[in-house]
C-alpha cells in the first residue's frame, strides 16, 4: 500500500512505518538530555521559586496530569485493557511539568483503563516524595488524584 499524504506521496507504507520508528527510537535516546526531574537542592530551589513567582505556591516542585495518546486496538487477550473511560484504546501517559511548561519527567506504560492515581502511586516520583528525598516539596494536580502531604490539588 502506497501512502498518499502531504509529502509522502508514493512512499510504502512499511517504509513510512520504518521510518517512524527510528525517528521515535532517536528521540526517546534523547530524553535523558532533555527530561529531566530536578534531582538536588538548588535546581529544587529554583523551581520552588519559578511555581512561586507565577503563583504564589511556595513549596511546589511540579504539576503533575496524565493524559491519553490514542492507538490502535493491540488486540489479543489484553486489547480492552487499553480501552479508556472515553471507549477508545490509549496509553495513558503521566507527565510533570516546571513552572515554565517544561517536562520534567514522563511516564509512558500504562494501558488506557489506567486511572491516572494508579500510575502516579506506582510512580519512582511518589517513592521518592514519600521516603523523604524530597523534603518540603509538593506536587499539584487536579482532583484525580487523592490529597496527600506531598501531592496538592491546584
Given at each position: 500500500m502506497l501512502i498518499v499524504c502531504g509529502d509522502l506521496i508514493g512512499i510504502h507504507k512499511s517504509t513510512a512505518s520504518r521510518i517512524v520508528k527510528l525517528v521515535s527510537h532517536n528521540i526517546a535516546i534523547l530524553r535523558p538530555q532533555f527530561v529531566n526531574f530536578p534531582n538536588n537542592e538548588n535546581d529544587l530551589k529554583q523551581v520552588k521559586q519559578d511555581f512561586y513567582n507565577i503563583a504564589k505556591f511556595p513549596t511546589v516542585i511540579g504539576?503533575?496530569?496524565?493524559?491519553?495518546?490514542?492507538?490502535?486496538?493491540?488486540?489479543?487477550?489484553?486489547?480492552?485493557?487499553?480501552?479508556?473511560?472515553?471507549?477508545?484504546?490509549?496509553?495513558?501517559?503521566?507527565?510533570?511539568?516546571?513552572?515554565?511548561?517544561?517536562?520534567?519527567?514522563?511516564?509512558?506504560?500504562?494501558?488506557?483503563?489506567s486511572h491516572d492515581s494508579t500510575i502516579f502511586n506506582n510512580s519512582e516520583i511518589r517513592r521518592k516524595l514519600e521516603i523523604g528525598e524530597m523534603r518540603d516539596c509538593v506536587l499539584v494536580a487536579d482532583s484525580g488524584y487523592a490529597q496527600r502531604n506531598n501531592l496538592r490539588q491546584k
Open positions: 504539576a503533575l496530569d496524565c493524559t491519553h495518546v490514542k492507538v490502535k486496538s493491540p488486540g489479543g487477550d489484553n486489547a480492552e485493557v487499553y480501552r479508556n473511560r472515553k471507549n477508545f484504546f490509549s496509553i495513558n501517559v503521566q507527565t510533570i511539568c516546571d513552572a515554565n511548561l517544561k517536562i520534567q519527567d514522563i511516564v509512558a506504560r500504562w494501558p488506557g483503563s
